[in-house]
Structures are given as C-alpha cells and as structure tokens.
C-alpha cells in the first residue's frame, strides 16, 4: 500500500507549499486509491469468506463421506463376516451333503446286495421246490412206467410164452399156432411201439433229446408208415392213403418224425373202426409244413382234448376192437415235436373222427 502513502505525503507536501489545488488533486487520488483498495479487500473479503464457507462445505463433504466411508467400511466388514460365515456354512452344508450322499450310497449298494441276495435265495427255494415237484413228478412217472411196463409189455409176452409152451407140448398145431401169431401179432406190435415210446422218452429224460436233424420227406416215411402198419389196415379194412407233398422234406431229426408218425397212425387206427379211412397230408404255411393225421374214427370229446398232451391229466379211451393206450405217446410226440422246433395239436368232432397236425421248419435250396 506504497502509493496510498505516497498520494497522501503529496498532497501534505502541497498543502505546506499552500498549494491547495495540487493538495486537492492528490487527496482526491489517495481517496480513490483507498477506495479501491476497500473495494479490493471487500472483494478479497468476500472471496475469503466464500472460499471459507466453499471449504467448510467441502470439509463437511469429506466429513459425510468419510462417515459414509466408515459405514461402508462396517457394511463390507459385515458382508465379510457374513460371506465368510454363509461359506463356512456351505462347506459344512457340502460336507454334510457328502457325507449323507456316501451313506445313502453304501444303503443303496447294501439293499441291491440284499436284493440280490434275496433274489438269488428266492431262485434257489424255487429251483429246489421245482425240483422237489419234478422229484415227485418222475416219481409217479416211475410208477406209472412201472405199471405200463408190467401190464402192457407183460400180457403180449404172457401170450407168446403160453403159445410157445403149448407148441413144444404138441397141444396146439403148427396151423392153430399161425392163426393164434395173427391175432397176437398186432398186440405184440403194440407192445414195441410202447416200448419204443418208453425207451425214448427215458432217454430224453435221462441224457436230454439228442437232435440230428437232416432233411426229412414226409411222403417217404408215409410210405414206411403203411408198409409197417399194413398188417393193421388189413385186420380193419382200413385204407390208408399217403397224400403227402413227394419231394416236401422238413428240417427235423428223422428218429423223432418216425416216432411221432408211429404213434399218430397207431392211435387212428386204435380209434377207426371197420372200413374207416386213414389220410396223411402235408401243407405249407409261411416256412413251416403242416403234417396231418386225419381219421374216420370216433373222435374225442370236446372237453377232453386239452388232457391229451399231459402225463398228470392224461386222456384213454379203449379203441374200437378193445385196444388199450398207455397215455405216453401223445406226450412224447409233443415233446419231440416242440424239440424239433414246431408244435402239435389236434381238432376232433364225436362220431367224425380226428386230424392231428405237427408244424415242423421247411427246407428249403
């Protein structure tokens, strides 16, 4: 503030010299330079205090924000806590969830091992309750062989003992012997065939069906059919007619055809009476050929029909000339049938006779 001193030492100097005018120019000046230098520090002043109150207002700023700052600082702290808690919970969660999970696994495990266990337990008291029902089942099997064996087979073999011991005493003659030979013939035949049909149900039963298939023409084992049971035909004036398909073979083991052939045949004749007709035929039906035994004889009756095939439910009935069956036959037909890959049924009407068909697989080039 050097020139307010100097306008006011100037206009001091002028008025010592009464120089009023020059007095009046400097006052004048050093009242405008105080002025000014009022104003300026009014300005300054007032800038000061907005600067002070701009300041405070910030400082206040920084106090709120540092304060929001402590709060935000406590929040994350918290959060912190929180997060570090919820995941030491997780863990614990996790652990636990393990731990439940490997229990519940091992449970699982040991209920399948007790399942299984279980299973195979209830498979074996079923093997041994199926065997101990096919234990009983052979059985009177072997009982019903046993009197099959001793009346059936012993009577045919009674009746040629007696003829043979009646020859060697010359009590019958060598034509009474041939006429009494005839008439027993048939039964003696009979009595092969039943025992044929024991041997081979034995052995499956025994050693298991032993299959040898080939290819088997069905109109040639006719043939052989009506030449072995030709002297039958002949004691009933039965016509036996071989309308298979020449040259038609089935896949099958030809044993077993013959078998079952045998046993057809011989039980149409048993169930035909005089004059009746004998036919077998031979279709096929989507790879498969149908062979059928179809007679005139009596038939069976409807409710019957589902004993045919059984040993525990078997069906008999006496032929037209008195002939008796063993109930085997159809039974083991079936089997070896079914072995051989097909099936056997039977349709039958009273007092028009029978058709027995089997199914067997087609050979085909």
């Known amino acids: 503030m050097a020139f307010l001193s100097a306008y006011k030492t100037m206009a001091y100097s002028f008025e010592q010299k009464h120089d ?7 006052q004048k000046k050093y009242t405008q330079a105080l002025d000014s230098v009022s104003a300026a520090n009014k300005r300054k002043s007032t800038e000061l205090i907005q600067s002070y109150f701009e300041l405070n207002s910030r400082l206040n700023a920084i106090a709120a924000v540092e304060e929001k700052a402590g709060q935000y600082r406590e929040k994350i702290h918290l959060q912190k806590v929180i997060i570090i808690t919820l995941l030491i919970s997780l ?4 652990l636990a969830l393990s731990v439940t999970y490997y229990l519940y696994k091992q449970k699982r495990v040991l209920n399948n091992r007790m399942r299984k266990q279980h299973k195979a337990l209830l498979i074996q008291k079923e093997l041994i309750e199926d065997q101990s029902a096919n234990l009983a089942n052979i059985n009177n099997l072997k009982d019903k062989l ?7 087979l012993r ?5 040629l003992n007696s003829i043979l011991r009646l020859y060697n005493t010359r009590v019958l003659s060598d034509d009474e012997v041939q006429d009494l030979m005839k008439e027993i013939e048939p039964v003696v035949q009979g009595a092969e065939l039943t025992l044929s049909n024991l041997l081979e149900w034995a052995g499956s039963q025994i050693k298991g069906v032993n299959l ?3 290819a088997v023409d069905i109109y040639l084992i006719g043939n052989e059919i009506g030449r072995i049971f030709s002297y039958l035909f002949q004691q009933k004036n039965i016509r036996f007619e071989n309308m298979a398909l020449p040259g038609m073979c089935v896949q099958a083991d030809e044993r077993h055809v013959k078998v079952v052939l045998s046993n057809l045949v011989s039980n149409a004749i048993k169930f035909t009476g ?3 007709i004998i036919s077998l035929l031979s279709t096929v039906d989507e790879g498969m050929v149908v062979i059928s035994v179809n007679d005139t004889g009596n038939g069976i009756p409807a409710e019957k ?3 045919l095939f059984s040993l525990n439910t078997k069906y008999t009935a006496t032929g037209t000339s008195g002939e008796k069956g063993t109930g ?10 079914e072995f051989n890959g097909g099936r056997l049924w039977v349709n039958s009407e009273l007092n028009r006779g029978s058709t027995f068909s089997f199914s067997l697989p087609l050979v085909t080039d």
Not at 328 to 337: D, Q
């Open 146 to 152: 046993l009197a099959v064996i001793g009346h059936d």
């Open 212 to 214: 040898e298939a080939s």
């Open 91 to 94: 863990l614990v969660v996790i």
């Open 305 to 307: 029909l589902g004993k």
């Open 155 to 159: 009577t045919p073999l009674a009746n």
């Open 328 to 337: 085997i036959g159809l039974f083991l037909c079936k089997e070896l049938i």
């Open 274 to 276: 005089n004059y009746g």
């Open 20 to 26: 009023m005018v020059q007095s009046l120019v400097y």
